[in-house]
């Protein structure tokens, strides 16, 4: 069964920092490309970031560009999110995401990490 | 704002059908991107309905169909049943924002 289980989340200070994870289970993660969607309470998705299968690539909504960097160490089935700079705008859940070719094709999601930007 | 435009809320009785409609743009449905759904149930991930425009991943039912035509996609649904009340989101690629991009969501009320 595919799992991914996101960790990392809570509340920070505007202009803080914060580094999600995402464990992944149940497939060849080294094989499927990753994304990072998020979404504010009450409102909807939000793409954030990609990375390719291998995680040389890596490609950023302009909102968090520059202040986002989204990696994966593939030994250990896992997915990262590191925030920096973070703003109350940035306050959402953020989903873990799988993607069999990287053309956006979202096929399994986590539950998701509640980050609060908050002072 | 949204680049996907969908209606913020449709409804129907049960047995009845729904279509959402998303439109997009020259820059992303119109370029022949992919388009593709996703149905969220209240305080849960997405699931991915629709693929490619019109494939339905394995497991979903046959109720939910999509279709495309130009710069604008749509999602239907045909004998609505409780449990399909939920929100929905179109999806695609942007070649302006050379960003992935969803529609503003449409929230799906069984009468």
């Known amino acids: 069964e595919v799992q991914l289980v996101e960790s990392g989340g809570g509340l920070v200070q505007p202009g803080g920092s914060l580094r999600l994870s995402c464990a992944a289970s149940g497939f060849t993660f080294s094989s499927y490309w990753m994304h990072w969607v998020r979404q504010a309470p009450g409102k909807g998705l939000l793409w954030v970031s990609r990375?390719?299968?291998?995680?040389?690539?890596?490609m950023y909504a302009g909102s968090v560009k520059g202040r986002f960097t989204m990696s994966r160490d593939n030994t250990k089935n896992m997915l990262y999110l590191h925030m920096n700079s973070l703003r109350a705008d940035d306050t959402a859940t953020y989903f873990c995401?799988?993607?069999?070719?990287?053309?956006?094709?979202?096929?399994?999601w986590g539950q998701g990490a509640l980050v609060t930007v908050s002072s | 704002q949204s680049v996907l435009t969908q209606p913020p809320s449709l409804s129907g009785a049960p047995g009845q059908s729904v279509t959402i409609s998303c439109t997009g743009s020259s820059s992303n449905i119109g370029a022949g991107f992919a388009v593709l759904w996703y149905q969220q149930l209240p305080g849960v991930a997405p699931i991915l309905l629709i693929y490619d425009s019109t494939n339905r991943p394995s497991g979903v039912p046959d109720r939910f169909s999509g279709s495309k035509s130009d710069t604008s996609a749509s999602l239907a649904i045909t004998g609505l049943q409780p449990e399909d009340e939920a929100d929905y989101y179109c999806?695609?690629?942007?070649?302006?924002?050379?960003?992935?991009?969803f529609g503003s969501g449409t929230t799906i009320t069984v009468l």
């Open positions: 995401v799988r993607d069999p070719s990287g053309v956006g094709r979202l096929d399994h």
């Open positions: 999806q695609s690629y942007d070649s302006r924002l050379t960003s992935f991009v």
């Open positions: 990375i390719n299968n291998g995680g040389s690539a890596t």
